[in-house]
């Protein structure tokens, strides 16, 4: 609800609270709901971030530490949400990361091609 209308977190957990909601799950429910709304730009930085890496322009580990990044907003993630991690869980990063590098070696191979 809170992703279509404003609402503040308090007034979103003590709702949660009276419906007798875990306070665990009330805090995950805060942060899946917040992440839902910035969700599909991180998701666009990540992929601008990816596309970065397959023409060259930031290298393996810039590529690397940047996902890192937003996965973690920056290192707020638990501060904020209470969440180490958002978008990507480390099985995601890695096989986001792992599908960015073949992309990258496939261009090479191309441009190699190009030039014989």
């Not at 709702?15 to 665990?24: E, R, V």
């Not at 480390?90 to 990361?97: L, S």
Request: net charge neutral; glycine share 6%; proline share 3%.
């Amino acid at each position: 609800m809170m992703e279509h209308i404003p609402i503040k977190k308090e007034q979103l957990l003590a709702k949660l609270d009276a419906l007798g909601m875990p306070k665990d799950e009330q805090n995950l429910f805060y942060a899946y709901t917040f992440v839902r709304v910035i969700s599909s730009e991180l998701l666009s930085y990540a992929r601008e971030v990816g596309n970065d890496y397959v023409y060259g322009i930031i290298t393996r580990q810039e590529f690397e530490q940047e996902i890192e990044n937003i996965r973690t907003l920056w290192g707020k993630a638990r501060q904020l949400l209470g969440v180490d991690w958002i978008l990507f869980s480390p099985e995601e990063r890695d096989f986001f990361i792992m599908v960015y590098e073949r992309r990258r070696q496939r261009r090479l191979i191309r441009e190699q091609a190009k030039g014989r």
